[in-house]
């Protein structure tokens, strides 16, 4: 089965377009965070998701924790997928399903040891996907995302195998590693940030490569 292809930490119209150009299947715009790249305003992401029509996903990254809020940061942003990226910490996703049916929900996991089997495995059961990432929630600066750092693909493998929906894989991939990361882990699709850009900025050419390693891994 075809790997799917997440660019994230779109930044502009331009990006989006270019990134659906080359083939994405979704789209990552980044809420506000403690820390880590991308971030753009609320307005921003809105304008954005506008362009992103089916089959395409739009999702809104947030680090809100409780389900209102949640609720209400996807109301800003007319995303049709929200991507939780840290613990959902009040209210529950039936309370955010039940106000918003329409928005497919996604929770990271942010793979640091074999104790996140467990944890991925709860989760599964609340949510249409899971994404597996590199962060540090515990930080005393929470790390959420967007660190290009590669986390133990093997306990991720092991995640993917325990739990019966999509798994995206995250953390430091690019064009020369994510090959292997498909093979050993077997995701339903890779996510990409910082591997896709130079100085900030979307790079063609960086995009153009990842995108070619993950349909030569297929």
Request: hydrophobic letters at 40%; glycine letters at 8%.
């Amino acid at each position: 089965m075809r790997t799917r292809i997440k660019i994230c930490c779109i930044a502009s119209v331009a990006e989006a377009k270019l990134a659906i150009r080359y083939g994405a299947d979704a789209l990552g715009l980044v809420g506000r965070m403690p820390s880590g790249p991308g971030p753009i305003e609320d307005e921003l992401i809105a304008s954005i998701a506008k362009q992103i029509h089916p089959p395409l996903a739009s999702f809104l990254l947030t680090c809100e924790q409780s389900a209102s809020a949640i609720i209400a940061h996807a109301r800003r942003t007319g995303t049709n997928t929200v991507q939780i990226v840290d613990e959902l910490s009040e209210g529950s996703y039936q309370d955010i399903r039940d106000a918003l049916p329409y928005l497919k929900l996604v929770q990271v996991i942010h793979v640091t040891d074999e104790e996140n089997i467990a944890e991925a495995t709860r989760r599964a059961t609340h949510v249409d996907a899971l994404l597996l990432d590199s962060g540090n929630p515990k930080a005393a600066i929470k790390t959420l995302g967007g660190t290009g750092k590669v986390h133990n693909w093997q306990i991720s493998s092991e995640i993917v195998r325990s739990v019966n929906i999509p798994v995206f894989l995250a953390g430091g991939l690019n064009a020369g590693n994510v090959a292997e990361a498909i093979r050993i882990v077997q995701p339903f699709g890779v996510d990409i940030c910082s591997g896709v850009r130079t100085e900030g900025k979307l790079d063609e050419g960086k995009l153009r490569d990842f995108v070619r390693s993950v349909n030569s891994a297929l």
